[in-house]
């Protein structure tokens, strides 16, 4: 199936601090990427659809200003964490929509792992 | 009332043992339905999608009831490789993805 990495796959930061996590479509290009978050023996909740060149959607609760989303390229999707805390501690997972699988597929990175001191 | 409820476990079984697991949906409107299959502290991975009609991988059978908004899962022939949550997900709009929280499985010798 097709590859979406994610990088890096954990960081520890300091509270206040900004941290950036990159999401990459390897051998497709996706149009549309998401990103989850997933706090501990919770589902995953989609945080915001990101288009390619154009500004991302966010869902209902979620932040815009805090969680930076850059959709630059066709294989690259970005999100900032800005300022974070420790209650953004949790784990964030990226998916893109495409590849061989049809339009119905959403296939998933491996997750970053934040835990903000 | 959550958009998919699923139950959350443990179900502990032996090896060999047939189990299922049922998820039920909310939203009428949904589209496309899917199970995956998530292990600990990693990424969901697809195991199937679930159609009206049914379908079947291996050990694995998955049904679709429109009318009931009801979704199931039958392992049979369990394996400790099995052992892992199991999650059900359905897609309500435009490739927006609902996940449950998953019900865990644990496979025992």
Not at chain 1, 58 to 86: C, M, R, W
Not at chain 2, 72 to 84: E, M, P, Q, T, V
Request: net charge positive.
């Amino acid at each position: 199936g097709a590859v979406v990495s994610q990088h890096p796959s954990w960081v520890i930061c300091k509270s206040g601090t900004s941290v950036k996590i990159e999401c990459r479509s390897l051998d497709f290009q996706a149009t549309t990427m998401f990103w989850y978050r997933q706090f501990p023996k919770q589902s995953l909740m989609l945080m915001a659809t990101s288009n390619e060149g154009s500004k991302a959607t966010y869902e209902q609760g979620v932040e815009k200003d805090k969680f930076l989303i850059n959709h630059a390229s066709l294989t690259l999707s970005t999100l900032t964490v800005t300022s974070a805390h420790p209650e953004d501690s949790s784990f964030y997972i990226c998916s893109a929509h495409g590849g061989r699988g049809g339009t119905d597929t959403q296939y998933f990175g491996p997750g970053t792992r934040l835990t903000v001191l | 009332r959550k958009e998919v409820e699923q139950d959350p476990g443990p179900f502990n079984v032996p090896e060999g043992a047939t189990v299922a697991f049922n998820c039920t949906y909310s939203n009428s409107a949904s589209q496309s339905f899917f199970w995956y299959r998530q292990d600990c502290r990693k990424e969901p991975k697809l195991l199937m999608s679930v159609y009206s009609s049914g379908n079947e991988d291996g050990r694995f059978t998955a049904q679709l009831n429109r009318a009931s908004q009801y979704i199931s899962l039958l392992i049979r022939d369990s394996k400790l490789s099995d052992s892992a949550t199991y999650l059900c997900v359905v897609n309500i709009s435009f490739q927006k993805l609902v996940f449950g929280t998953g019900t865990r499985l644990l496979v025992s010798p």
